[in-house]
């Protein structure tokens, strides 16, 4: 059973910085694309970046320059390095990882940012 393990999330101060974790328990064949996606109370879930089997990323404009993505394959874990981080990066945030045709979520872990 396949189960992705998040950490790292919390409270902090505007302009401050956190780096989120999402390690695979179990088995995931082929990874094709290792993602962070948000969501805020009252808000849909929204994307935040992707890192693809290639390497290449990308981000989404509220958070391009700020956040980085990264993965050790080796590990089958995926990061989030969030620096500047704003008030309204406050949310729930997930990751999911698509591979072999299939799709899992993590469970989420809350990132706080106090003004």
């Known amino acids: 059973q396949v189960q992705l393990v998040e950490s790292g999330g919390g409270l902090v101060q505007a302009g401050g910085s956190l780096r989120l974790s999402c390690a695979v328990s179990g088995s995931i064949l082929n990874i094709a694309r290792m993602a962070w996606y948000r969501q805020a109370p009252g808000k849909q879930r929204e994307w935040v970046a992707y890192?693809?089997?290639?390497?290449?990323?990308n981000y989404a404009d509220s958070v391009k320059g700020r956040f980085t993505i990264s993965r050790d394959n080796a590990k089958d874990t995926v990061y989030l390095q969030m620096n500047s981080l704003k008030s309204e990066d406050t949310a729930v945030y997930l990751c999911r990882i698509d591979g072999a045709g299939r799709f899992y979520w993590g469970q989420g872990t809350q990132v706080t940012v106090s003004s």
């Open positions: 890192i693809i089997s290639g390497g290449s990323t």
